[in-house]
């Protein structure tokens, strides 16, 4: 089945920094969506790209879309608490019957 | 009310109770789904409904027991459950099964399972 690998398993920053992380299918997906998910809540959807190159910014995130169409990437600037968290990616094609989702991205903000 | 409602919030249930775990979403989706997340571990898909039939059991046991009676409501029957089911469980629904426009997510019931 299609496996999404997700890295960095967690980072360690400080307020301020910028962050990148990234995700890597093992086939080609037509949809890739970035979650985040706040400690003992559910994941909320952050970005939705659907074209191959297609970046696309949500405040200060932002989510690229890879030419391959295999990987995908989420990049933070200038981190605050409320960044804390984890950061899903997900991909799916047109017919699927799920999504797949990728194992996480612990994000922690060090004083 | 908007979005996906799970309740309880939380739960503490004996190895020998039964209990039901409460999923409902007026956004006019038609797929539904459980996932369960333990703790620094990944999601993991539990059970698929699309237009209130089942369409996967991610090879589940049978101590967990879900029910889709319309698109609207997802329950998850709990029975004689052992210690390591203790997790986060995660309802969410999707306008279409395969999620091209995402899936939206309930907060979760937090399991304990003493």
């Known amino acids: 089945g299609q496996q999404l690998n997700q890295s960095p398993q967690s980072m360690f920053i400080q307020e301020g920094e910028d962050v990148s992380m990234n995700c890597t299918s093992s086939?080609?997906?037509?949809?890739w969506l970035w979650y985040k998910q706040d400690p003992g809540e559910g994941p909320v959807l952050l970005i939705a790209?659907?074209?191959?190159?297609e970046l696309t910014s949500n405040g200060r995130l932002t989510a690229q879309f890879g030419i391959t169409r295999k990987d995908s990437f989420l990049n933070i600037s200038a981190s605050i608490p409320s960044d804390v968290g984890i950061y899903f990616c997900a991909g799916t094609n047109f017919g699927n019957e799920k999504l797949t989702f990728g194992t996480g991205t612990r994000l922690t903000i060090i004083p | 009310e908007t979005g996906v409602t799970q309740t309880p919030r939380h739960l503490v249930m004996g190895m020998t109770n039964k209990k039901s775990l409460k999923c409902e979403q007026h956004?006019?989706?038609?797929?539904m789904y459980w996932y369960k997340q333990s703790a620094k571990k990944p999601l993991e898909l539990m059970f698929v409904?699309?237009?209130?039939?089942?369409?996967e059991n991610n090879s589940v046991p049978s101590r967990f027991s879900p029910e889709c009676p319309n698109s609207s409501h997802l329950f998850l029957h709990l029975h004689t459950l052992q210690p390591e089911d203790s997790a986060l469980y995660l309802c969410?629904?999707?306008?279409?099964?395969?999620?091209?426009?995402?899936?939206?997510f309930g907060s979760g019931t937090r399991l304990t399972v003493v």
């Open positions: 969410a629904s999707s306008q279409d099964a395969g999620g091209n426009y995402g899936y939206t």
């Open positions: 956004l006019g989706h038609n797929a």
């Open positions: 790209l659907y074209k191959a190159g």
């Open positions: 409904y699309n237009f209130k039939e089942q369409t």
């Open positions: 086939s080609i997906f037509n949809t």
